[in-house]
């Protein structure tokens, strides 16, 4: 037999094998099949591929490395705002850019630069798998890649430009040294504070050109393009400096496994802090707080990433209202600049500043912001800073969760608005995870108090049990359901001291909370921008991406929300800590807050149609170490009570004047309804018990004049609070508490304490409430905020007395 025969038989024999076998089987292609199927895909993709290699052609480089300048503009869609986005980029050869700077860039962005051919498959494949088993998302580009891609492409998430890429990134590394390429990603690659190009990243960081940076800047530069703009120590939050550090740890890590520098130096580097950001040009008054809060919402929204926004090209209609925003600066400088003297007290009115926010409830539109003085001089922006700890504005959001947690107080009855708690100043809180004794301002015994009356007068022994009593986890969760950062400090429901204000969300963040409480219990996220365009020279205006919706999201229950609501109105009434407000002459409900040390003085409050909050505080301009506000203006303590309140009636007066007065529209919660009556604020019960009381006592009408519900039970009169002398509490090691601003002393009187009377003010006075002499304990400094100052020349030290407590 042949050998063409014997291949002819055998061929024969499986054709008659493969008849034998089931149709089902027979349907199935055999293994050659299969094989001869995928040697030619392959074939015809090695073709598609040399083709596409071929035909691709590499881009102009200069015709994407025009940059534009963005637009902003007021809400109005025609006046201009700023102008900003033009690349500050100046290109610096390979030479000039120090070997440490190189390797650096290398060790934090591909530790294989010097080995791959352009693109790292084993990288692109790690990284896929990696962001697929949840160890975040991450990518496998290459230096190359990254290059090609920002002086050739575009910043588009699509597969056709990510095809082009590759092509590219091949072509590239065949045609140019690694050299050149490294030189091209350094010239062309975001670094923040709108620098391209790691010469300009050098001036903007460090103040230095690229030829002078240390190993350690250079690390940190490197740690930057990751996150530009989360990244930078100088601005960003606890949480995002501590990944940048420890981004730079990384990058310096990679220098040791690469060779580039030995383990004993690398353990002698310390973190070099870079210096504070420089105002860009045309930025000058509040114009840069403005574009501050749009990019941020931008960039945090994800609507476009922080290199595409900063390259510019793009006209922005903010949400911004001119006059709104003009009112909020007035209202400051009206306010508080006009009586801080920093010539004749150099120690307490110097570096005084401001947060500020103002949001609509029904849309959460961010109207206006106050961020500082002028960006020119001070280019921080406070309205978004997330480091100053907000005090009894908190207690608002205890009191929610109170109503919706199920739980009940000591005694085992449900938790209401008119529950009753032992008010004595310093009582230990029961079943806190942590010992917590927290004083009352003035260490005020305010005896059986409910929960209503204990807000009003800012009670803290009271508000401090009642978070446990709620579960200081169910606390937390209420809070970031209403708007306040998951990621912020003071957020921890192991630390019994949360429930009285630890936690620091920006002022817009705690405008985002009151205005979800407005807006009976419906939370926004606040948005500013509202139109979003990208313009390119010659072609007009090309795709942009959508905007996000603004839908509510139910944060609490309607009557959970206009409970809360129904109790902070009477904190803006003749005997609550926010009677500064009754200036408005209009329904208002709000919240004061001052935290340990009189390190910060908040006012949180809203109208119907919109919430305001205004935060004070002092900064060394140098450390940025938080300084008390005793002193300022020559007041012996600053409560939110005081300027805060001010500027927030200031502000508020002259934005709704001329507007129809609204009132709020209240379905409060059963249980939950104002008893009839005018009441004391408080028994003077020193050793009541920590549960709470059947029988609650009437507190004051309705600031806005709207009848109250029947109470369960009548009210019971009773004397004023007694002020005693001060016991010192344990402390809690490790742990600084912020309390939050609660009572101020009062006049005794035999039927309710006399009201508060606000600190001196430059607007008309004569509807303001008046009071008799404040009570305080011995050897006590009376509160500022409700005593008029002395003419200069017989004002009291512009300093705390020794003897008086923490104010909260």
Same mark, same amino acid.
Request: no cysteine.
């Given at each position: ?11 024969a024999?499986r054709r008659?094998a493969r008849?034998?076998?089931p149709?089902w089987?027979?349907l ?7 094989l ?5 895909a392959?074939?015809l993709a090695?073709?598609?591929f040399?083709v ?8 102009d480089?200069?015709a994407?490395a025009?940059?534009q300048?963005?637009i ?5 869609g ?8 033009a690349v500050?980029?100046t290109d ?5 850019v120090p070997?440490s700077t190189r390797?650096a860039?290398?060790?934090a962005?591909?530790r294989t630069?010097y080995q791959?051919r352009?693109i790292?498959?084993k990288?692109?494949?790690?990284a896929?798998?990696n962001? %697929?088993?949840?160890q975040g998302?991450q990518?496998g580009?290459t230096i190359t890649?990254? =290059?090609?891609?920002?002086y050739?492409?575009?910043q588009?998430r699509?597969?056709e430009?990510?095809?082009?890429e ?5 072509k590239v590394d065949q045609?140019r040294?690694?050299?050149?390429? %490294?030189?091209g990603y350094l010239?062309?690659?975001y670094?923040?504070?709108g620098?391209?190009?790691v010469q300009?990243?050098?001036r903007?960081y460090?103040?230095?050109d690229?030829?002078?940076?240390t190993?350690?800047q250079?690390a940190?530069?490197a ?11 100088k601005?960003?939050?606890?949480a995002n400096?501590e990944?940048?550090?420890a981004?730079?740890?990384?990058? %310096?890590?990679?220098?040791v496994q ?6 004993t130096e690398?353990a002698?580097l310390a ?7 420089q105002?860009a040009s045309?930025l ?10 749009a990019?941020d =919402? ?8 922080s290199?595409t926004?900063?390259a510019?090209?793009?006209r922005i209609t ?7 925003q003009?009112?909020?600066?007035h ?5 508080l600049t006009?009586?801080l003297d920093?010539?004749?007290r150099p120690?307490t009115?110097t570096?005084v500043?401001?947060?500020g926010?103002?949001?609509?409830p ?11 003085p002028?960006?020119?001089r001070?280019? =921080?922006?406070?309205?978004l800073?997330?480091d100053?700890q ?6 608002p959001i ?6 919706t947690s199920?739980?009940?107080s000591?005694?085992g009855?449900?938790i209401?608005?008119?529950t ?10 029961t079943d ?8 009352n301002?003035?260490?005020i015994?305010y005896?059986t108090?409910?929960?209503?009356q204990?807000?009003?007068k ?6 401090a049990?009642?978070?446990v009593?709620a579960?200081?986890d169910?606390?937390?969760e209420?809070a970031v359901?209403l708007?306040i950062p998951?990621d912020?400090?003071g957020?921890?429901?192991?630390n019994?001291?949360?429930?009285l204000?630890?936690?620091t ?9 009151y ?7 419906g939370?926004h996220r606040p948005?500013s921008?509202?139109a979003?365009?990208r313009?390119t020279p ?5 795709d942009?991406?959508? %905007?996000p919706g603004?839908?509510?999201a139910?944060a609490l229950?309607?009557?959970t929300a206009?409970?809360?609501t ?16 009754l200036d408005?002459g209009?329904?208002?409900a709000?919240k004061t807050g001052?935290t340990d040390?009189?390190?910060s003085?908040?006012?949180?409050? =809203? ?5 305001t909050?205004?935060g004070l ?5 140098k450390?940025?170490?938080?300084e008390p506000?005793a002193g300022?203006?020559g007041y012996?303590?600053i409560?939110g009570?005081?300027?805060p309140t001010r500027?927030?009636?200031?502000y508020m007066?002259d934005?709704l004047?001329g507007?129809?007065v609204?009132?709020?529209?209240l379905?409060?919660a059963e249980?939950n309804?104002r008893?009839?009556?005018g009441?004391?604020a408080?028994t ?5 018990p920590a549960?709470?009381?059947a029988?609650?006592t009437a ?7 709207t ?5 369960a039970?009548?009210?019971v009169p009773?004397?004023?609070p ?12 490790g742990?600084?508490?912020?309390a939050p ?5 009062v ?10 009377q606000?600190?001196p003010s430059t607007r ?6 008046t009071?008799g002499?404040?009570t305080t304990?011995p050897g006590r400094t009376?509160d ?6 002395l ?5 009291p030290p512009a300093?705390?007395?020794p003897?008086t407590?923490p104010p909260a």
């Open positions: 037999m042949t050998l063409r025969t014997s291949r002819q038989a055998r061929r024999a008659e008849r034998a076998l149709l089987r027979r199935l292609p055999t293994w050659r099949v299969l001869g199927a995928a040697l030619t392959l074939l090695v073709g598609a040399a596409l290699y071929v035909v691709v052609p590499l881009p480089p200069n994407q025009v940059a300048s963005n902003y503009l007021y809400a109005d025609v006046t201009e705002i700023a102008r900003t986005g500050n980029r610096v050869t390979i030479d000039k070997i390797q860039v290398v060790s962005e591909d630069f791959n352009g790292d498959l990288g692109m494949v790690r896929g798998w962001s %697929l088993t949840g998302m990518g580009s890649q990254q =290059y090609v891609k920002n050739y492409l575009t588009s699509t597969i430009r990510k095809g082009r590759l092509l590219i990134a091949l045609q040294d690694k050299d050149e390429i %490294l030189a010239n062309t690659s670094f923040g504070r620098a391209y190009g300009s990243a050098a903007a460090y103040g230095v690229v030829s002078e940076l190993l350690p250079s940190y530069l740690a930057l393009l990751q996150a530009p703009s989360l990244y930078d120590v601005t960003a939050t606890p400096r990944r940048a550090v981004r730079w740890h990384y990058t %310096l890590d990679g220098m690469l060779g580039f520098l030995s383990a690398r002698a973190f070099p802090d870079p210096i504070d950001p105002p045309g000058a008054g509040q114009a840069g707080y403005l574009v501050g809060v990019d =919402y931008l960039v945090g929204s994800g609507i476009l990433d290199a926004l900063k510019g090209g793009w903010t949400t911004f209202d001119q006059q709104k003009d009112a909020f600066a209202a400051v400088h009206d306010e006009e009586e920093p010539a004749a120690d009115d570096d500043r401001v947060a926010a103002s949001v609509e029904a849309t959460g539109r961010v109207v206006a912001v106050y961020g500082g002028d960006y020119a001070q280019p =921080y922006n406070d309205a800073r997330q100053n907000i005090g009894s504005t908190f207690k205890d009191l929610a969760a109170g109503l199920n739980h009940s000591g005694d009855r449900p209401t608005t008119e009753r708690y032992d008010g004595t100043s310093e009582r230990p809180v806190g995870p942590t010992p917590y004794a927290p004083p301002e003035d260490d015994d005896g108090v409910t929960l209503r204990a807000m009003v800012s009670v803290n022994s009271v508000y049990q009642l978070g009593d579960g200081l169910h606390v937390r209420t359901r708007g998951a912020v400090s957020m921890d429901p192991a019994t001291s949360m429930t204000g630890t936690a969300p920006s002022a817009l963040d705690l405008a985002a909370v205005a979800a409480l407005a807006n009976h219990g939370a948005w921008v509202a979003l365009e313009i010659g072609t007009g205006p090309v942009a991406p959508d %905007l603004h839908e509510a139910a229950d309607r009557g206009d409970a809360v129904d109790v902070l109105r009477e904190v803006v009434g003749p005997r609550g800590t926010g009677a500064a407000a408005l209009r329904p208002a709000g001052t040390a009189n390190l003085a908040w006012f949180a409050g =809203y109208t119907p149609e919109l919430a909050t205004v505080f002092r900064e060394n301009p450390t940025h170490a938080k506000l300022t203006a012996a303590r409560n009570g005081a300027f500027i927030w009636t200031a007066s934005v004047e507007t129809a609204q009132s709020f529209d379905e409060p249980g309804g008893p009839v009556g009441g004391p408080g003077p019960t020193p050793t009541a549960s709470a009381s029988t609650p507190p004051s009408p309705a600031p806005d004049g009848a109250g519900q029947a109470p039970a009548p009210a009773a004397a004023p007694v002020p005693r002398q001060p016991t010192v509490p344990a402390p809690e090691p742990r600084t508490t912020a601003e609660p009572a101020t002393p006049a005794p009187t035999p039927q309710e304490p006399a009201p508060p606000p600190a008309p006075t004569a509807d303001r409430p009071a002499p404040p304990a009376p500022p905020t409700r005593t008029p100052v003419p200069p020349a017989t004002k300093t705390a007395q003897g407590p």
